[in-house]
């Protein structure tokens, strides 16, 4: 069944209330989802009615749509300022981008399966998000040299290790600005612990490790 606006808007109203009450504190990410309709990026118009369920969801290629609690976890964690430069590894749908965007990110997003970019494309066009969110087909372990330094960098699947060359596409710090920070889930498949590296200095780096979560797994080189 086809959701009206007017549902998306009330169940979404319902997911910010639900993600406030689990712990999501940032006001500002809260009203992020609170905007960015979620249905849209589902290819399958039968689960347009668990778009806005915490769950996560197929989208085709055997990969899913992050639950929103985690996407507004990991945002939270992110910690986004207008004009950040930001880049996520593993576009998926569209949805962590699109709420990255709407916390006034210029994005840059990778994804390996050219075929769920086809998809994903056009969606992010209509609404709005192009040229904001910027996508293209590759392995995102490589990070994206052409728009490196980031200020912060998003991977949304889960690999055993934090794959040195993003680590390295972090900016140095700079006075009066947050520093430049990597939000990565390291571990082995179905069992990954969120780490935080944040780079404090030209060569130093600090590790703080958050939530357990289960991703779908980060591919390199293949
Ligand atoms: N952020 C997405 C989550 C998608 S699931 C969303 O909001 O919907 C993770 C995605 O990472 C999958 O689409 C998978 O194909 C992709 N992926 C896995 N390894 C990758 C790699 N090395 N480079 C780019 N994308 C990768």
């Given at each position: 069944?086809?959701?009206?606006?007017?549902?998306?808007?009330?169940?979404?109203?319902?997911?910010?209330?639900?993600?406030?009450?689990?712990?999501?504190?940032?006001?500002?990410?809260?009203?992020?989802?609170?905007?960015?309709?979620?249905?849209?990026?589902?290819?399958?118009?039968?689960?347009?009615?668990?778009?806005?369920?915490?769950v996560?969801?197929?989208?085709?290629?055997?990969?899913?749509?992050?639950?929103?609690?985690?996407v507004?976890?990991?945002?939270?964690?992110?910690?986004?300022?207008?004009?950040?430069?930001?880049?996520?590894v593993?576009?998926?749908?569209?949805?962590?981008?699109?709420?990255?965007?709407?916390?006034?990110?210029?994005?840059?997003?990778?994804?390996?399966?050219?075929?769920?970019?086809?998809?994903?494309?056009?969606?992010?066009?209509?609404?709005?998000?192009?040229?904001?969110?910027?996508?293209?087909?590759?392995d995102?372990?490589?990070?994206?040299?052409?728009?490196?330094?980031?200020?912060?960098?998003?991977?949304?699947?889960?690999?055993?290790?934090?794959?040195?060359?993003?680590?390295?596409?972090?900016?140095?710090?700079v006075?009066?600005?947050?520093?430049?920070?990597?939000?990565?889930?390291?571990?082995?498949?179905?069992?990954?612990?969120?780490h935080?590296i944040t780079?404090?200095?030209?060569?130093?780096?600090?590790?703080?490790?958050?939530?357990?979560?289960?991703?779908?797994?980060?591919?390199?080189?293949?």
């Amino acid at each position: 069944m086809l959701l009206t606006d007017r549902q998306a808007a009330a169940f979404r109203r319902r997911l910010v209330d639900d993600l406030r009450e689990r712990g999501i504190a940032d006001e500002r990410v809260l009203a992020a989802i609170g905007r960015v309709p979620r249905h849209r990026f589902m290819p399958d118009t039968g689960l347009h009615r668990q778009a806005y369920d915490d769950v996560a969801l197929p989208i085709g290629e055997g990969q899913t749509i992050s639950q929103p609690y985690t996407v507004a976890r990991m945002t939270e964690l992110l910690d986004i300022r207008e004009g950040e430069r930001v880049l996520e590894v593993g576009t998926g749908s569209g949805y962590q981008a699109a709420v990255l965007a709407e916390l006034g990110a210029r994005v840059f997003s990778i994804e390996r399966h050219a075929a769920l970019l086809q998809k994903t494309r056009p969606i992010l066009k209509a609404l709005g998000y192009d040229p904001v969110v910027r996508t293209q087909v590759g392995d995102g372990t490589y990070g994206w040299p052409g728009y490196a330094p980031f200020d912060a960098i998003i991977v949304t699947a889960g690999g055993p290790e934090v794959p040195a060359e993003l680590r390295d596409q972090l900016r140095d710090p700079v006075d009066g600005q947050p520093d430049a920070r990597l939000l990565i889930p390291v571990g082995p498949p179905k069992r990954q612990v969120l780490h935080r590296i944040t780079k404090t200095g030209p060569d130093a780096f600090a590790d703080e490790r958050f939530d357990g979560v289960v991703f779908v797994p980060l591919v390199r080189g293949a």
